[in-house]
């Protein structure tokens, strides 16, 4: 039972164009959600994150859409630059797991072509 | 402060033989985890620590065991590999934030990628 949901493998932009990754939980307990990129042969690095309090949360070029009723988060990246390319993961937890436990998707595989 | 890391890089094990990935971390984080990350099935916790002698499983803890004796150290054994733990594995760590919702935010090393024939 996959809890957090990328059902996007691949997704090509053109450079300067924005991005817009996908995320859908089905866990009502999670509160806490996070994206990390990772680069071929690296560890994930975190990105930006937001709490069930927000509904958006912005970091530079990248910003964090929560919708709540839907279950639904998405990530923006504008304007997309070449160095994006890399896989997304979001990934989710709920506040009592206090860092411990997160639960990852699938993750997007982001190609920005200049 | 080296962050995390991970040894070996590579391995490669014959069905039924034992190892331990190796992690440490020198940024004296509470929480430590072990993830496997397949084609598809993105990154999936395996077992996950939040403090010294206290560990708990996560999504697919079977085939594995960990321990946690200090606070820098989070080794995971393979006790009998089967060729569907070939995988890349990786270590992360965090640190409670301030705040209500603390802080997530995990730091992972390079990972371990690992070939059971």
């Known amino acids: 039972d996959q809890q957090v949901k990328q059902n996007s493998p691949s997704l090509s932009v053109q450079e300067g164009r924005i991005s817009i990754l996908n995320c859908d939980y089905t866990?009502?307990?999670?509160?806490?959600f996070l994206w990390y990129k990772k680069y071929p042969a690296e560890g994930p690095t975190f990105l930006i994150s937001i709490s069930s309090i927000k509904d958006k949360n912005e970091d530079g070029r990248f910003t964090v859409f929560l919708n709540k009723s839907a279950k639904h988060l998405s990530l923006h990246i504008v304007p997309s630059q070449p160095g994006d390319s890399a896989v997304y993961f979001c990934a989710a937890t709920a506040f009592y797991n206090q860092g411990g436990k997160l639960i990852f998707g699938q993750g997007t595989e982001l190609s920005v072509k200049p | 402060n080296a962050g995390v890391t991970q040894t070996p890089k590579f391995q490669v094990l014959k069905t039924g033989q034992s190892m331990t990935l190796q992690c440490a971390q020198d940024?004296?984080?509470?929480?430590m985890s072990w993830y496997r990350q397949d084609p598809g099935m993105g990154l999936r916790l395996i077992h996950y620590?939040?403090?010294?002698?206290?560990?708990d499983q996560g999504e697919v803890p079977n085939g594995y065991n960990v321990s946690r004796s200090t606070t820098e150290d989070f080794p995971l054994r393979l006790l009998s590999a089967a060729p569907s733990q070939t995988s890349v594995y990786f270590c992360?760590?965090?640190?409670?934030?301030?705040?209500?919702?603390?802080?997530?935010?995990?730091?992972f090393g390079p990972g371990t990628r690992l070939t059971v024939t």
């Open positions: 992360a760590s965090s640190s409670p934030g301030q705040g209500a919702w603390g802080s997530h935010e995990q730091y």
């Open positions: 866990n009502s307990m999670f509160d806490y």
């Open positions: 940024m004296n984080h509470e929480y």
């Open positions: 620590s939040v403090g010294a002698g206290i560990t």
